[in-house]
């Protein structure tokens, strides 16, 4: 195992942000973990790169336990957060270099390294460009490159993605699969289902602090149903009227979304939304709209929690 913990644990004051969470990444995968913000996911990122403290359980890192030997640890690992973590008064080559003579790389070396990263991720024709100069997603690789300049084995990157637009995000996408193909380990924290979907080998769903779910994307879709069928009511006032109707018919309870009007229901077979929807009809119950589709981690994200990915983050337990 790359990563392993067991009953990890972290308080702020009252405040339990990561509660119990088991966690085992494998050697040379890509490990999503799924969340909105505020659910705990960066909170057990910075646990396991020693930058905050563990107040219950055990986490390893290939085997070293983290809160005994956090200086070997930090020396398997690179850490790419939530936001660029590049000096803007810099150039690219001279921030790369001086993450790399911090990192105890000697200077032609750092700067052979600094030259070597800028033209594997595209930024060889900004080296001499100061930062405050970057687009986005130039920074966003630029912050990556930075985390690789000792090649270790292990990469924590934390929403690295946030904030950045399709095309630059699909770019991104490319740069931690060829991370992986070069024989590193990922583990990636989301809150975008797509992301997870595309990137991740298997992925653990965490929601306020503990985690709910975990397998690999198709596992997932399948614990909800084959089929997942959406339904848009005409009068979201009705969605109570209509989750019974569809309890009595299928003996399964729909996962309600009073926001929108909306309802989502799995099923055994797609021939089962005939059913559904004659039965709404019957009961005198309006639909705006209907969709039958396979399950989405969407769908498996809502069925877990109740809620969507996107939960507001000032309703969640983990303020980080």
């Known amino acids: 195992m790359a990563v392993r913990t067991e009953g990890l644990i972290k308080d702020f004051g009252e405040l339990r942000a990561v509660d119990n969470v088991d966690l085992e990444v494998r050697t040379g995968e890509i490990f999503g973990v799924l969340g909105p913000n505020g659910a705990g996911k960066t909170t057990t990122l910075r646990m396991l790169a020693t930058l905050l403290s563990i107040d219950g359980g055990q986490a390893e890192v290939f085997g070293v336990d983290v809160a005994r030997q956090p200086h070997v640890v930090r020396q398997l ?15 690219a080559t001279e921030n790369l270099v001086l993450f790399g003579r911090l990192q105890g790389v000697g200077r032609a070396r750092a700067r052979t390294v600094a030259a070597d990263l800028l033209a594997e991720f595209g930024l060889e024709d900004a080296a001499k460009r100061p930062i405050s100069e970057f687009s986005g997603g130039m920074r966003r690789r630029l912050d990556l490159a930075a985390s690789l300049i000792t090649r270790p084995p292990l990469i924590f990157l934390d929403e690295p993605t946030t904030g950045l637009d399709p095309r630059t995000r699909g770019q991104m996408y490319q740069t931690i699969r060829s991370l ?7 583990l ?22 503990r985690k ?9 879709k399948t614990s909800v149903g084959n089929s997942t069928l959406q339904v848009q009511l005409t ?9 019974e109707q569809i309890h009595r018919q299928l003996a399964v309870a729909p996962v309600l ?24 009809r019957t009961r005198g119950v309006s639909v705006a709209s209907v969709n039958v589709s396979k399950p989405s981690l969407d769908e498996v994200f809502l069925a877990l929690t109740g809620h969507g990915a996107s939960a507001d983050p000032t309703t969640a337990k983990d303020p980080r």
């Open 235 to 243: 009068d979201p006032a009705e969605l109570t009227t209509a989750a």
């Open 188 to 209: 990636l924290t989301t809150q975008y289902l797509d992301e997870a979907d595309q990137l991740a080998d298997r992925i653990a769903v965490i929601d306020e602090g």
């Open 257 to 280: 979304n009073r926001l929108n009007g909306q309802l989502n229901v799995a099923l055994e077979s797609a021939d089962q939304a005939g059913d559904v929807l004659i039965a709404l």
């Open 77 to 91: 690992l690179g850490v790419t957060g939530q936001y660029a973590s590049v000096d803007e008064n810099l150039t």
């Open 212 to 220: 709910v779910a975990e397998g690999t994307p198709d596992e997932l």
């Open 180 to 186: 992986v193909a070069d024989g590193c380990t990922v």
